[in-house]
């Protein structure tokens, strides 16, 4: 999967830095994007449960995963489980049970 360099860019303006571990969760967002077949944009409803723990990588991850799927706390919807791993599930709540 390629990533456009200027939809990086934007993460790591939005990040702070550049870094591997937002690359990775910015990576994973869109993958998991693609999988359900949703879109940052328009998706509805769309949430995510994510297990990351409270260390540097884990943080960077979360940002990344943010930008990428548009799932934020701030718009209920991030659910976060600090677990200490690198995981997370994206639900797209259309899709529920089918
Ligand atoms: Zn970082």
């Given at each position: 999967?390629?990533?456009?360099?200027?939809?990086?860019?934007k993460?790591?303006?939005?990040?702070?830095?550049?870094?591997?571990?937002?690359?990775?969760?910015?990576?994973?967002?869109?993958?998991?994007?693609?999988?359900?077949g949703?879109?940052?944009?328009?998706?509805?409803?769309?949430?995510?449960?994510?297990?990351?723990?409270?260390?540097?990588?884990?943080?960077?991850?979360?940002?990344?995963?943010?930008?990428?799927?548009?799932?934020?706390?701030?718009?209920?919807?991030?659910i976060?489980?600090?677990?200490?791993?690198?995981?997370?599930?994206?639900?797209?709540?259309?899709?529920?049970?089918?």
């Amino acid at each position: 999967m390629e990533i456009k360099k200027e939809l990086l860019e934007k993460m790591f303006n939005f990040h702070g830095h550049k870094c591997w571990a937002s690359t990775l969760g910015f990576r994973a967002g869109l993958i998991a994007l693609r999988g359900l077949g949703a879109q940052r944009i328009g998706s509805r409803g769309l949430y995510a449960i994510v297990e990351t723990g409270y260390f540097h990588g884990a943080v960077c991850f979360l940002d990344g995963l943010q930008y990428a799927t548009g799932c934020t706390v701030g718009k209920a919807g991030l659910i976060w489980k600090p677990r200490g791993k690198l995981a997370f599930t994206l639900v797209d709540p259309k899709r529920e049970n089918k």
